[in-house]
């Protein structure tokens, strides 16, 4: 089975109480681990970024260890609070480093479940919400990271985007990225990044023959969502 979820806040190497999201954050770990009871071995989990709390990796190590112990593979994309990451590269010697080896990581590629390409990137603010010069390169940067992932898809029939940040919210629009995935025939996207009263303004349906669905831990109850 192929599953979903975003936003594990982890925080076993640092103190980073998470009730500024709610109180529905409180002993949240133990809530991963009932919600994932539900993972076979066999299955695999696409995490939408935020997983850690770490300011470097020496900092979350005891996260990647519980998200390496959490049932099946794991393919994991960066979110805006992964201060630990630097690069693609260093993260997999990292991950090889300290014997974690079922995490993969989604960036500037993608992986086939079935006759499914998994495809993705961290994307960046809508526009509108930030428009600064600064914030006009990062989002061409993951608008080019996006094309190359389902790129790598090559004739795939079914495409599955998955995102940090959410391409539609409130007013706000993400026209160059939902133009990437019309063009490829993306007919779905996950992302996760809201939480609490934030989750108001997601938007969860159809725009463009893209379904989309909000994803973040709390959103979910802190429970994979099941894709397939």
Known sequence: MLWTIGDLHLAFGTDKPMDVFGPEWAGHEEKLLRGFSRVGPEDVTVICGDLTWGMDMDGCVEDFRFIDALPGRKIILKGNHD????????????????????????????????????????????????????????????VGRLEASLKAAGGAGRKIVFLHYPP??????????????????????????LHGPGRAAAFQGEDRGIRYKLISADNLNFSPLKIM
């Open 83 to 142: 201060f630990w990451w630097s690069t693609a590269s260093a993260a997999k010697r990292f991950f090889d480093e300290n014997g974690f080896s079922t995490i993969d990581i989604l960036h500037n590629n993608c992986f086939f479940y079935g006759d499914a390409a998994l495809c993705g990137t961290r994307g960046w603010m809508c526009p509108g919400e930030n428009g600064s010069p600064h914030d006009k390169k990062i989002m061409a940067r993951e």
């Open 168 to 193: 539609i919210y409130g007013k706000f629009y993400s026209g160059e990225l939902v133009d990437v995935m019309v063009r490829w025939g993306v007919g779905e996207c996950y992302y996760g990044h």
